[in-house]
Structures are given as C-alpha cells and as structure tokens.
C-alpha cells in the first residue's frame, strides 16, 4: 500500500525556480543488484549524491530552461506510478542543494548559508564526539606524493600483479605454518611493555604505507584524494586517507580494488617479513624481531580492524560492493528501525529502506550481527583497558555508554515524543514502549534466572600412590598385570639387585670379620676394643640398611586399588635405575575431581554452603554424558599451587601459569591466586556399591580433564551480571 | 471607501518624518525585505526549555500587582490634566511622544503618556478608561497577552495603548476580528489618534488595491489578519526572489515596472515591513486559526480534472465502509484496504476501457484520488464544513461558523466536495504563495494582543509566539450563574431537553441565546422551537446579512423575549445589550448545545451572558453522540451506553471528566497538527534557504 501524496504543499516554493546540475558536477552510473544508479558527483568538494534512474531523468531535464514544474509533469507522464512525486522532487532538490551540487535561480542569504553551514559542522563535531575511540583529524593533501609514487607502481596495478600478490601471501602462509607454534608462543614478549617503542614504530610505518596502498590506486583509477590525516583508533593514533572519490567509479570491482588496497599493500610487507622471519629462525637478531613485529602488527590489524566488516573499515566497504548494497551500515540500522516501527509501533506506512526482499535479508542480517558487534567490542575493550588503566578505563566506559547507548536511548525517547509519524497514537506507542522496557527490565532486573558458572577440572584419586624404586636393579618378576586389581600388601614387581646381594653378603662376612676382631681386642688389646666396637656397629647398620633395601626389591601395594605400572616398568629384566616411578595403585574408590577456580571469580566456593548449589560435570572427551557431582573437599583460602599441569594453558586448561615462576615449577605455579576443590559423584544413600564403583569409572581415568558447571541459587541476570563486573574489577583494575 | 486622512504630522518629528510625506519607494522595499527575513524556528529540544525559562523570566518582569499601583497612580493624575486646555494638552502629547519616538521613555513617562491619552479618550469619545483597562493597557505595552473578560471594553483598551506603541515602532498593524470592526474601530478611535500626532487606516475587503499602498503607509493600520497577510503575501509575489532593495530594483527595472503609475503592478510593496502588531482576540487569530496557512491561489488552466472528480466521487460510492476502506474522523483520512485496493483496480480498468481519463491507468494516482473521494464523502458535511450557495461549495469556518467565499480546499479536496454535491467541478488551483498566521505574526518583533480567553491557550501563546499571558481582573465581579452540565444519551434526546430547556426560561421572560456548533444543528433545533411554537430567530452563515438586525433584537427580554439560535458567529465580539426588562427577568441565558473542540471557544460563547456585571446564566448540554465524544473518547462513550441504559446521564460519576479529557485531547490533537505545520515551514526553509 503506498500513500505516497502526489501534491506538496510547498510546491509553490520550488515550481517556478530553473536549477541545473552544477556545470562541473560529474554524473556516473554504477549498477546495484542488476539496477541502476546515478552518482552526482562534485570533484572538486568530493560531494556525493546517488539517484535512481527516475529521480536521474528527473534532474537531468533540469537544464536551467525547464522550471520545475514543467519537468515534474514530463515525468508524470513518462513514468506513471512510478514518477516523482512533488514531495520526492523536493526532496532531492533539496539534498543536491544541500551537497552544493545544484546551482539555481535562487539567491540564498548568507546568513543562512552561514547557518547552515555551521549546521554542518556542528554534526561533524557531535559524529566525531559520539565515536571518541575514531577521531579524525585531516593534516594535508597527499595528493603530490601519490602523483609520484603511483607511476613507479603502476605496472603491478593490474591483474597480474593481483594474483602475483595472492601467490606471495598463500606461500607465505604455507611456509608459516610448520612454524605457528612459536609464532604463538612470541607473541607474549612481543606485547611486553620493552617491545612497545619497535612495535610502535612498526605500526605507524605499516599504517601509512597501509593508506598509501589506498591513495595510491584510488589515483590508478582515476579518482582524487585530497585528505591524509591522523585519526585515533581505539586510543592508537592511525593514518587516514580520504579515498571517497573511489565511489563514483563505475566497476564495482575498482571500487573494491581501492577498498582493498591498504591490506593488500599491508599483507605483501607481510608476507616478505614472514620470509625474513623464516630465514632468521637460526640466529634471532634485530631483523628476526622487526619481522615477527611486522608479521604481528599487519596480521592483527587486518583481521580485527580491516577485514571485519561489522566496522566501518576497508572489509566494510568491500563487502557493501561486493553485495552491491550502497550505504550498508545506515541503511541496515533504517532495516531494523523500520521493522521495530512497522511490527512493534505500527507506524502507518514506514519507510522501508529496500524493496527487494533478498537485500532485505542482507540488511537485517547485517544489522544484527554489527550490533551485537558493538557490544562485543565495547565490552572487550572496555574490560581490556579497566586493567590497564582503571580511570582511563571507566572514563572510556562511561564515555561509550553515552554515546552507543543512552545517545540511542535519548533519540528513541525524543522521537516517542516528538515524530509526525506518532503524533496520531502517541499515547499508543508510549504503553507500548514503556512495556516494552518493564519486560526488560521484569527479565533482566527481577526474574531469578539460574546462575550458571563454569571451571574445569582433572580426574585424580585421594589414594593413589606412586611406587618407585629404592634402587638400582633390573625386573625379575611382574606379579601381576597392568591394570589388575590388587589388595594391600601383594606384591606387584620384583627387582633383581645382584650388586646389593653381593654388597649384603661383603657387608655380612666383613661383619663376622669385625666381630672376630672384636673379641680378640678384648682378649688382647681392650684399648683397641671400643673402636672395633664401633666399626661392628657401622657395619651392622650398613646391613640392616641393605637388608631394607632388598627387602624392597619386591614392590607390594600400599593399599587397594589398580596397579598402573609405567611404561618403562612392563618388560622383565629391564635396568631400572633409582628413583624411577614403576607402578601406579590407585584406589578407585577415591577417585574424584579435582577443579580449580580463579580466585577472582569463585569466592563464592568457599564461602556457599554446598547444598545450595549443584555441579553438573562432563568429560572432554565424552560430553552428552552429564553426571552429578557433590564437593567432598572446599578450599579455605586461595594458593597458587595447581592441582595438575592439564589444567594450566599449556596443558589446554583455563588457568594462566605464571610465566616468573622457576621452570621446574612452571606446571604447578598459577599467575593468580586460585581455589582448588574437590567433587566426587552424587549418589543417593542407598547407593550399592556397584553403583558407585561405575559412577565413579564414568569419570573416566585419571588425568582426564572434566567440564564442570555450578548451578548457583537463581538470581536476576542484572544482579549477576553486575556481581561479574564487579569480580571482574576486583581482579583486574590495577589504580 | 475606508481612509482617514489626517492634518500632516509636524515635520521636524525624527521617527515619523518618513510619514509625513510620502514613504519612499527605497524604505517600503528595504524594510519589506527585512522582515522577510525574520524567519524564526520553532524551538527544539533543549531550546524549549530555554524558551520557556526567557518567558518565566519575561512574565516575572512586569507583575499584575506592580501594573495595578500604576494603573492606580495614573488615575490620581487625571486632575492634572482634566483642566488643561486642548492645545496645551497637544502640546504635552507632542511633547512626551518624542520621548517615546526616541526610545527614551521610562516607567514615569508611560504613566505620563497614558493618563494624557486617557484624557484625550475622555474629552474625544466621552468614555473614560477605567483602572483595568489601564492595567491591560501597560501589560500591553510590555509586550503581553492579557485575558479580558468579554464586555470589559477591548475596543477601548486597544485604542489607549495604540498610540503608546505606534508612538516607539514604525508601524502598528491592529488586527481585529472583522472588516465591520475595523472599519468602525478604525473611524471611531481617529480623533483619538489624531490628537496623539498619529495617522489611521483601515484595511478592508472593499479597499481598492491602489488605495492599501496609502493605507499601509500610515502609523496606525486596522485591519483583519485574512487581509493583510494576504497583502503581505501578494507583495512576496511580486518582489519573487529579491533579497535586497537593489537586486528587487534591479529586477524591476528589467520588466520597467519600478515606476509605473500603477503601484500594484510595480515592486512596491504593499506592506511596508512587520514592526508591531496589537491583536485582537488573540486567541482566535494565533491558534485557532494558526493551522490553516492563508494561500494566494490562481485558478489552473487544465479543466479536464473536472470529469475525473466526478469519476471519483461516483467511484467512492460503490466502495462499502469497513470493508473495503477505513475512514479516520479524527485525522480526516481514508485507508484503502485489501479488498478495497482490488475492487479499485477493477473499477480502474472498466472506467479506462469505457473511455474515462487516461488517469485512471496509473494506480497510485487513481487511489489517491478515490481516497479524497472518500475523505470528501465521509468527513465533509454539509451543514458542518460547508454549504452549498448558489450552486457554490462554500466553507464554512469552524471556528467562526462564518462562510469563507472565497476560499477553497487544496489539493484537489474542494473538487471532490464539489463533485460528491454535483455542483459545478471549479478548476484546481495552484499556490503561488503561501504562509501560516503561525508564521507570518512570528515576524514581529513586538506583538501585544487581547483576548477573552488567553489563560487557556497559555502554552502555545507562551512556547510559538513567546509572549507572556496576563489575565486581568474584571472592573465588576462577573453576575453570570453557570449551571451544571447535562449530558444525554443520544443527540435527539439532547435536542429535547434543550428545546424544553428553552421553553422553561423563555416563559420567565429571559433572553436566550442557543449556541451551536454548525449550520445543520441551528437548523435542528429551529426547527424544534418552531414545532413548540417558540418564536426565534436564526444566526448562521446561511443568515449573515441580518447579523447586526438580529443581534440587536438578542437582548430584548419580557413577554416577547428573544430566542436567538446561533453557531460560532455570535461567539466573539458580539456585544448583547440587554435592555431593562431582560435584566429584571435575570439576564441572558445561554445554551451551549454541544462542547466544542477547544474550551476558549466554549468560555467565549458563554461570555456572552453576564456581561459588565450584568446578570445572566449559562448551561451546557452534550450527548454521546456529540462530535466530540465519537472522535475523542469513542471507548468510553460506548462502555456508558452499554452499562448506563437511561436517557440522561448527568449523574454518572466522572462523565464530567470524561467530557473535559476529550475536550483535552481535541486541543492536543489540534495543537500537534498546528506544531507540524510549523515544522515543515522550518524544514522546507532550512534545505532550500531564500526560495520562496
């Protein structure tokens, strides 16, 4: 149903007047989705306007003869339905005006030029106040530096020098990878604060080489630019260029090839860092560090920052010609805005920005994803930089909150009060707003949700015992087999020791030689008896002390369980030297979990009586199985002794070493404090012994790392969510 | 004929030297273009609030209690001059003018200046200012909308603050609410004037175009706001796009026009500039009719819309209500719906192949114009918002219950009004000009006005013209008893009670006035007085030539009193004399048979009885079938008719407050649509500055 009014009350303001396109004003068709589109542009101020082939014959039968009447009502009759209206006439008259692109018979007073171009500014400043994480400020017209550059490259401007490119980075790619472990692994003393002035340095070079890419075959193409300035990116100062000419150009693919420009500038300076990287692997000097910086820097920002369509960068632009739809950010928020007002206001005849059904689903999903995006990114950075620097931090936080969120907030409540299209069921939309926000407020603020946190943890048992041998030796006899069952006291290996017999039996004869010598000193020589005395005694000691020993050469359990014998110990007659584990007997009955918790987000752990929450667990490597588990041992206070080296990152667990601790311990020292619990499975009273034995074998073996989620008593999502903040901060802010 | 001339003002006065002569051609241009320029934005945002602080803070200024010791004061000094010869008199008057001609005057001087010109009202006219009317007169002059009850003596009031104003602005237009007005006020109040060194005209319908130039010309200019606006607006036509007084001359001696011996072909302006405005029922002028933008309009060529008008109309009656179209009363729209949207595509088609207009092909545009159709046949009654004369569609103003002659609907909407009476299809016209009494009284830099009914239109009075409201205490506690309203059920049951309302007070010899709200209903109820054989006469837009006749008989009370049966017509500025036996019997009575959409217009037709201390009553009778109640509380209304099912329904608790909510939201809505029309003059001067 279009109720689009064919008459406007103000046509007699614009009907006489006889506007023409400024005499410079460039005119470029361009195609979207298989329709066409007009680009009114003026080189000389870089002012856009984009018309659809009606609004186009429209304004190019205003030639400064027609007035405007007469070419309103040319179009009536050439296009029907789908003609101008008077209102649409004066809206695009009024928005090329506005663009200075149209030059009329009208003298406009300068006080109202003046206002409106102090109208102008002031939007300006309001936009680059709202995005303080992307200020921009213009310094200069790169426009000689590119004249010279641009030839010198041009021969590589092309299609081969395109796929030229892309040959360069797949095969820095695949000569990367055998590597990325210690890629990853350097990226830690990369960002250490002693890194900081060569990583600068790098960024800022790359970064202007970056814009150079875009300047550079933005003027290939044929298109100017005549701003480079510095903008601030997420509080990191950054060159820009103003390429904006690229959007007249006709193929879609030159536009792309502008927007695409800087990263493919970035990346070719990547590649060939990475081959220097490659070829300094063996002696790490000063190249070996500015490539790995290079590397970093162009990597990161392009896939965060440039690539990400979801912001306003180069993959933005690409990808909106890509899909061929213009202007994707606004007129995605214009999606969104004007299903809210068709479905949840029922505004009478919103404006759709799009028609076609299949853009329409570009947009909206477009729409969503840039916005849970926004949220993303403000929350990651915010909580990034609160541990930084608290005060910059909240500052920033609160800066943001403004600006993405109460800003919005305000305009939908000035637009509730205020807009036309409301005016006749204001009192309509205001209810349903204000439901609106109670629901959220009933959902987030008052209803109890369950409160659900995680934590992992390793399998290990309470009795469980490692046996290693006392000494030297070689293994006579295995009495049982891997994995058996054992009872306390069985004997599980036997080590043949021939030395120690051998030492035993020198140890005994030279024993009875001391006792020999010991009786003749008493007959002969009494002085001489004390020390022959005392050397028997040495002697009786040593015995009893390799007596022990052999008595250990047979390994028996220490209590029940499952013999676990290590590898090394399986095969008879192996060496075993002293101190080498052999068996393990763990007790199955004890088996339990083990969990660790940041200390920061768990001190409810420890002071939550157990009963008033549960804990559901599943295995990593089995996770439909759920199994109920009950804490058998909490955590009085916090330590940074972990539990299990599977638990820290390098074992693929959750908690961060830390990276000062001595090497030997580098497995066992957390870098925070953290809680170590224990949870052994569920089981009601009854519970046969059956039953828990295979409750206890669903855990799976020792050493198995276990997903833990504790369901604590419900609370709102506010209250959690703030409860999170708050331990968050707690954690991190460093004042 | 409607000019007064006046013996030249003394030369050697530095304000007005321009007047004294001839105004040249350069002034007149320099000072039009000027005020055209004055194009003041409505507030938004936070400059509402700051507005409305300026206001607060403007209104705190200048205090009722301050102005009545003033007022107070210049009545002690009336002594002082009772006794002085004329021509001393004058003397002091030229004297202390200069004061106010240079700006220099303080508090002292303006008492002064009053209680002279008061002196001069008494010796010239014979009535003497009393201390109210010289309050309202002082709140006037510091720029101030003062509510006066009807019968205090506007028309005086206005003339002993004139020469203050006209005194310290170039040029003071007085607006009053007829051309009788202002040709009477205008003639009547000269000799004051003169006397104060100022020159008076008056603009009316009949004045010649060549005789205005003169007119506009001189210090004092009476006028109605329909006709100087339009002056206004004829000049903006003929200046087109000039910015400066040199670009317009230059324009002009391009088509040799500057000079030609007929002005109104020349680029003379008319008007010479905006500088003051007193306004008369203020009210009325600056919100009522604030909504409806006067347009200058020429008739189009083309005529063969005609038959597609008739097309429409005939279309739109085959189409069924609620089923194929939804009528909006209130926003005066029509939705097509689904059905309705097929059945049109297939009328379309049949009306194309039987050899209709080549219109009918395209869809957008057929709909558009079944939809007015159907606007035109739902929302337009005959009766209410307009009548046919003379084989003429003529509109009748809401607010006035006056015939507009010459004025139509836009867009096309007159056509298909016209089309659906099967009168004769005019031509569609098309707006050379345009522009909104919001608008055009913004301009000024100085605006007073007077009301009966300021208090009630306090916000828009104070957020779009900035002027602050001040309500002046009545010379005589008001006598008028208000009688508690009476609500019915149905429009018939009301038209009954009130008809043996009428017959009830008519036998106790009291003068009755019954107000209603369009033609159609002062035809109803006639009728009704006429079947009870109660003598009565008529006041509607169909009567107006007897107006004066009728109002005159309107106060006549005892065995023969008057029933006088009148819309909106006699509800501003209608003075009823009552003559000695009606105010024995008790004074006018007046019914108010409906509640209108704003309650000024209700206290304003109520005014009419009590006035100047006279006794008097009023009622109000209102049915659920009202106008009112179907647009604005069309739920609630339905709720009571279903629980209470009794003819009258005064006692149902919170009917009252039913009727003033809606009454409320009537205003509201009213208001909303005012600030849109507003918001698009803004919009459009914004993103096409200097066209237009």
């Known amino acids: 149903m279009s109720e689009r009014n064919t008459f406007s009350p103000f046509w007699h303001r614009v009907r006489a007047l006889k506007p023409r396109l400024r005499p410079h004003v460039q005119i470029t068709r361009q195609g979207y989705l298989g329709r066409r589109w007009y680009v009114v542009q003026d080189p000389s101020s870089n002012g856009f306007y984009r018309l659809n082939p009606v609004a186009h014959e429209m304004v190019a039968l205003l030639d400064g003869s027609r007035t405007v009447d007469e070419a309103w009502q040319l179009g009536l009759t050439r296009h029907g339905d789908e003609a101008l209206t008077q209102n649409d006439v004066i809206t695009v008259l009024s928005q090329l005006y506005g663009a200075n692109l149209l030059q009329a018979d009208i003298a406009p007073e300068a006080e109202q030029l003046l206002s409106r171009g102090n109208d102008r500014r002031k939007k300006k400043f309001i936009g680059q106040a709202i995005g303080l994480m992307y200020f921009r400020i213009p310094l200069f017209n790169p426009n000689s530096i590119l004249a010279a550059i641009e030839p010198v490259l041009r021969p590589l401007l092309n299609r081969f020098g395109f796929f030229a490119w892309l040959a360069l980075v797949i095969a820095a790619l695949v000569a990367l990878t055998p590597h990325w472990r210690t890629l990853v692994t350097g990226f830690d003393s990369a960002i250490a604060p002693a890194n900081w002035p060569v990583l600068l340095v790098s960024y800022v070079l790359l970064k202007l080489w970056h814009e150079t890419g875009h300047g550079v075959i933005c003027k290939r193409f044929g298109g100017q630019v005549p701003v480079f300035g510095a903008m601030m990116l997420v509080l990191v100062p950054s060159p820009y260029v103003d390429a904006s000419a690229s959007w007249s150009f006709r193929s879609k693919w030159q536009r792309m090839a502008v927007g695409a420009g800087g990263m493919m500038f970035e990346l070719f300076v990547a590649a060939i860092a990475a081959f220097v990287w490659l070829g300094t692997k063996d002696n790490p000097g000063l190249a070996h560090q500015v490539a790995y910086n290079i590397m970093l820097t162009s990597g990161i920002s392009t896939v965060v920052f440039n690539a990400n369509p979801l912001m306003k960068f180069d993959g933005y632009y690409i990808l909106s010609d890509l899909i061929e739809v213009p202007n994707l950010m606004q007129r995605s928020m214009n999606m969104l805005k004007f299903l809210c007002q068709k479905h949840i206001y029922r505004v009478e005849n919103p404006q759709s920005p799009t028609t076609r059904p299949g853009e329409a689903l570009i947009l909206i999903a477009y729409g969503i994803g840039a916005l849970i995006y926004r949220v993303v990114i403000f929350l990651s950075i915010t909580m990034y930089i609160l541990g930084k620097m608290f005060a910059l931090g909240v500052f920033l936080a609160i800066w943001t909150t403004a600006m993405w969120f109460l800003l919005p907030i305000g305009q939908w409540v000035h637009w509730l009060a205020t807009h036309q299209s409301l005016s006749h069921f204001r009192t309509r939309a205001i209810a349903t707003s204000l439901a609106l926000v109670a629901a959220g407020v009933l959902l987030i603020g008052v209803i109890p949700r369950p409160d659900y946190r995680r934590a992992t943890g390793v399998v290990n048992a309470d009795m469980q015992s490692r046996l290693f041998s006392a000494n030297n030796g070689t293994i006579a006899k295995i009495h049982v087999a891997n994995g058996a069952h054992v009872k306390q006291g069985d004997p599980l290996v036997t080590l043949e020791a021939p030395e120690l017999l051998t030492s035993l039996e020198y140890a005994k004869a030279q024993l009875r030689e001391a006792k020999l010598r010991q009786s003749q000193a008493m007959m002969q020589a009494p002085a001489a008896e004390q020390a022959a005395a005392e050397y028997a005694n040495m002697i009786d000691k040593q015995i009893a002390y390799m007596s022990e020993l052999v008595s250990k050469l047979v390994i028996t359990a220490p209590h029940d369980g499952t013999a676990v014998f290590a590898e090394g110990a399986r095969d008879i007659g192996r060496f075993i030297s002293e101190g080498t584990p052999l068996v393990e007997v763990i007790d199955e009955r004890t088996l339990r979990v083990a969990a660790v918790l940041p200390q920061a987000e768990a001190d409810w752990i420890a002071s939550m009586s157990s009963d008033k929450y549960t804990v559901e667990a599943r295995r990593i490597s089995i996770v439909d199985h759920v199994m109920t588990l009950t804490p058998t041992q909490l955590p009085r206070s916090a330590s940074t002794t972990i539990p299990h080296s599977a638990l820290t990152y390098a074992g693929g667990g959750t908690i961060e070493n830390d990276p000062k601790a001595q090497s030997q311990q580098l497995d066992t020292v957390a870098k925070r404090p953290i809680f170590t619990a224990a949870f052994i499975p569920k089981l009601p009273k009854d519970a046969t012994d059956e039953a828990r034995a295979q409750a206890l074998a669903d855990l799976g073996p020792t050493g198995e790392r276990i997903k833990l989620r504790f369901e604590l008593p419900s609370k709102p999502l506010l209250a959690q969510w703030l409860d999170r903040l708050d331990k968050a901060l707690q954690g991190r802010a460093k004042i | ?692």
């Open chain 2, 1 to 692: 004929m409607t000019s007064f001339p006046l013996n030249p003002v003394p030369a050697s006065l530095p304000g007005n030297a321009a007047t004294g002569g001839a105004m040249t051609n350069y002034t007149a241009l320099y000072e039009s273009l000027r005020s055209r320029k004055l194009k003041p934005v409505v507030p938004k945002n936070l400059d509402i609030l700051a507005v409305k602080l300026q206001v607060a803070a403007e209104r705190r200024r200048v205090t009722l209690k301050d102005l009545r010791r003033r007022a107070d004061q210049i009545v002690t000094l009336a002594p002082k001059f009772r006794n002085v010869s004329d021509a001393v008199l004058d003397q002091q008057i030229n004297d202390i003018r200069e004061v106010f001609v240079r700006r220099r005057q303080t508090a002292d001087h303006i008492d002064t200046a009053l209680a002279m010109i008061r002196e001069v009202a008494r010796r010239e006219t014979g009535e003497e200012p009393f201390a109210v009317q010289l309050v309202a007169a002082l709140a006037m002059q510091y720029g101030r909308m003062v509510e006066m009850l009807t019968g205090e003596g506007k028309t005086l009031t206005g003339s002993i603050t004139a020469p203050l104003i006209a005194w310290q602005h170039r040029w003071l237009h007085v607006l009053t609410v007829n051309d009788y007005l202002a040709q009477r006020d205008a003639q009547s109040r000269a000799c004051i004037f003169k006397r104060c060194g100022l020159r008076v005209g008056a603009i009316t319908q009949e004045t010649e175009n060549g005789e205005r130039f003169d007119i506009y010309a001189r210090d004092i200019v009476y006028g109605t706001p329909k006709q100087i606006v339009a002056d206004w607006l004829r000049d903006q036509i003929r200046l087109g796009r000039a910015t400066t007084p040199w670009n317009a001359r230059t324009m002009a001696s391009l088509i040799g026009g500057e000079d030609s011996a007929d002005k109104s072909r020349s680029i003379m302006p008319m008007v010479p500039g905006l500088h003051a405005a007193l306004v008369d029922e203020a009210d009325a002028v600056l919100v009522d009719e604030g909504v409806i933008p006067l347009i200058i309009a020429r008739a189009r060529q083309e005529d063969e819309m005609s038959q597609v008008y008739r097309e429409a109309a005939d279309l739109a009656s085959k189409l069924e209500d609620t089923i194929d179209f939804a009528i909006e009363p209130v926003r005066r729209r029509a939705t097509l719906k689904l059905r309705g949207e097929d059945r049109c595509k297939q009328l379309f088609a049949a009306l194309a192949d039987r050899g209709g207009s080549a219109i009918w092909r395209a869809t957008r545009r057929g709909e558009e114009l079944i939809r007015q159709a159907l606007v035109a046949r739902y929302c337009y009654i005959k009766g209410q918002q307009y009548e046919t004369v003379d084989g003429k569609v003529v509109i009748v103003d809401e607010y006035t219950g006056r015939f507009l002659p010459d004025r139509s609907w836009e867009h096309g909407l007159h056509q298909a009004v016209e089309a659906k009476e099967g009168v004769e299809v005019t031509a569609d016209r098309e707006t050379l000009a345009r522009l909104s009494f919001q608008r055009y009284f913004r301009s000024y830099p100085f605006m007073c006005g007077m009301t009966g009914t300021a208090a009630d239109a306090t916000g828009e009075m104070e957020s779009t013209y900035r002027r602050p409201v001040m309500v002046i205490p009545t010379n005589r506690p008001i006598a008028r008893k208000q009688m508690p309203t009476r609500v019915f059920r149905s429009a018939r049951e009301k038209w009954a009670a009130i008809a043996d309302s009428v017959a009830d007070i008519h036998n106790q010899g009291r003068p009755i006035l019954v107000g209603t709200r369009s033609v159609a209903a002062s035809e109803t109820i006639a009728r009704m007085l006429e079947q009870r054989g109660i003598q009565h006469s008529v006041l509607n837009a169909n009567f107006d030539k007897d107006e004066a006749e009728i109002i005159a008989r309107a106060g006549k009370g005892g065995l023969s009193a008057n029933v006088t049966v009148a819309t909106n017509m006699a509800g501003r500025g209608t003075d009823i004399k009552l003559d000695d036996l009606a105010k024995s019997a008790g004074g006018l009575h007046v019914i108010l048979t409906e509640m209108h959409s704003a309650k000024r217009i209700d206290r304003q037709f109520i005014g009419r009885a009590g006035r100047q201390g006279d006794p008097g009553s009023a009622q109000i009778f209102a049915s659920l079938e009202d106008e009112l109640l179907r647009k604005f509380a069309k739920w609630p209304s339905h709720i009571i008719r279903q629980r209470f099912p009794k003819s009258e329904l005064t006692d149902i608790p919170g009917i009252l407050k039913l009727l003033n909510w809606s009454q409320r939201r009537a205003q509201s809505h009213d208001r909303n649509n005012r600030d849109s029309v507003l918001k698009q003059d803004d919009w459009i001067d914004k993103h096409l500055p200097g066209v237009g």
